[in-house]
């Protein structure tokens, strides 16, 4: 694919996108506002597919800009959509399929900052605890103790919700 051609396709997939750094809360599912989020939401999301698809055909030549671009399309949509949990995650996952370790675990810091009360954040965060935290403790005394830092998601979620309960 040449150059003009791919600014064509991007220029065509993002007409509409509404890029804010004045991230608004998901109005509730038939609410007013609820069609336009969504389009938007969609918008963001191909965006990203767009990108992932590899259509400037960097994966291969160039890997590092290939993670530069979709890593950049991932921080533009959560400037607008950063009360959509669901796109932290997939921020997140890209980070730690690509072996970009560090990002993701930020990318999952600032999600469950943004929304406390999302398990599903919660869930990822302890499951990257678990599976790089060594628990045998006869190769690593004290694998035990640090275990229990696999919990502290599950309770700051809870702790979140409770509170939203007692409102």
């Not at 038939?30 to 994966?59: A, C, H, M, R, T």
Request: with cysteine.
């Amino acid at each position: 694919m040449t150059a003009r051609q791919a600014y064509h396709q991007l220029s065509n997939l993002t007409t509409g996108l509404k890029r804010t750094t004045r991230p608004r809360l998901p109005p509730a599912l038939g609410y007013e506002g609820d069609e336009n989020f969504q389009y938007q939401l969609n918008l963001w999301q191909d965006w990203i597919s767009w990108e992932k698809e590899d259509p400037l055909v960097l994966k291969d030549d160039e890997p590092e800009v290939y993670r530069k671009r979709i890593l950049y399309a991932y921080k533009q949509s959560l400037m607008a959509l950063e009360f959509w949990p669901e796109m932290w995650y997939s921020a997140a996952e890209f980070c730690f399929e690509n072996g970009l370790e560090s990002e993701g675990a930020q990318f999952l810091e600032q999600g469950l900052a943004a929304n406390p009360e999302s398990p599903l954040l919660a869930f990822k965060q302890a499951d990257r605890l678990e599976t790089t935290t060594q628990n045998d403790e006869s190769k690593d005394p004290g694998a035990k103790e640090r275990m229990k830092n696999v919990r502290e998601p599950y309770d700051k979620v809870l702790d979140a919700l409770y509170a939203l309960v007692k409102k």
